[in-house]
Nanobody, 123 residues
């Protein structure tokens, strides 16, 4: 599976960004999709995940109510809509796929990773 993330950039606190992750190489609809992030000097952390049909989502507590994950299986793409951004959201954001049957929060359960896209939120 090849993953290409895009949509990162510089935004002021309170602003919004939409990340996209395009997948190829395997039936997209058979994969759990997740977004993770890694800030400088910190470990990679789970942000959001979505089931194969898109009917089930899961979020880290730090982004609940501000971020929304969605997917378009016809376009082989998963999205992360990020609203009310905070400086602490600054990180490299990665999309990843899992062959699990449920939405996973553990990075070790994800098999393929995109290259990451940088999100910088200024105060």
């Amino acid at each position: 599976v090849q993953l290409q993330a895009s949509g990162g950039g510089l935004v002021q606190a309170g602003g919004s960004l939409r990340l996209s992750c395009a997948a190829s190489g395997r039936t997209f609809s058979s994969l759990i999709m997740g977004w993770f992030r890694q800030a400088a000097g910190k470990e990679r952390e789970f942000v959001a995940g979505i089931s194969r049909s898109g009917s089930i989502t899961n979020y880290a507590d730090s982004v609940k109510g501000r971020f929304t994950i969605s997917r378009d299986n016809a376009k082989n793409t998963v999205y992360l809509q990020m609203n009310s951004l905070k400086p602490e959201d600054t990180a490299v954001y990665y999309c990843a796929t899992s062959g699990s049957l449920k939405v996973e929060m553990n990075a070790a359960r994800y098999d393929y990773w995109g290259q990451g896209t940088l999100v910088t939120v200024s105060s």
